[in-house]
């Protein structure tokens, strides 16, 4: 089992620049490909990134592509998402998300263990 505590929103104005983290508990957190998931109000929960165990695969939204990066530190029980070029529609909760699964990891039902969130709000 992994407990996950997000941390780095905020308030940000259109073409700024967020760094999220996420620390998690626990031994077993390489064995884990790491998500992050948003959810925008009236909105349904949606794909942001992911990244596997060893860090050579990651995947990406269409709609954050080239502008966000996701990164993980094993050694220190951590992901992270950099969040160049925001927009105002990159508002939202953002969820830090783990799971063993090794494929399908668009996909938010593939995900056993889920962080709290941390709020994003980007001003135009």
Do not use: H
């Amino acid at each position: 089992q992994v407990q996950l505590v997000e941390s780095g929103g905020g308030l940000v104005q259109a073409g700024g620049s967020l760094r999220l983290s996420c620390a998690a508990s626990g031994r077993t957190f390489s064995r884990y490909t790491m998500g992050w998931f948003r959810q925008a109000p009236g909105k349904a929960r949606e794909f942001v990134a992911a990244i596997n165990r060893r860090s050579d695969n990651t995947y990406y939204a269409d709609s954050v592509k080239g502008r966000f990066t996701i990164s993980r530190d094993n050694a220190k029980n951590a992901v992270y998402l950099q969040m160049n070029t925001l927009k105002p529609e990159d508002t939202a909760v953002y969820y830090c998300a783990a799971t063993y699964a090794i494929a399908t990891v668009q996909t938010y039902n593939s995900y056993d263990y889920w962080g709290q969130g941390t709020q994003v709000t980007v001003s135009s």
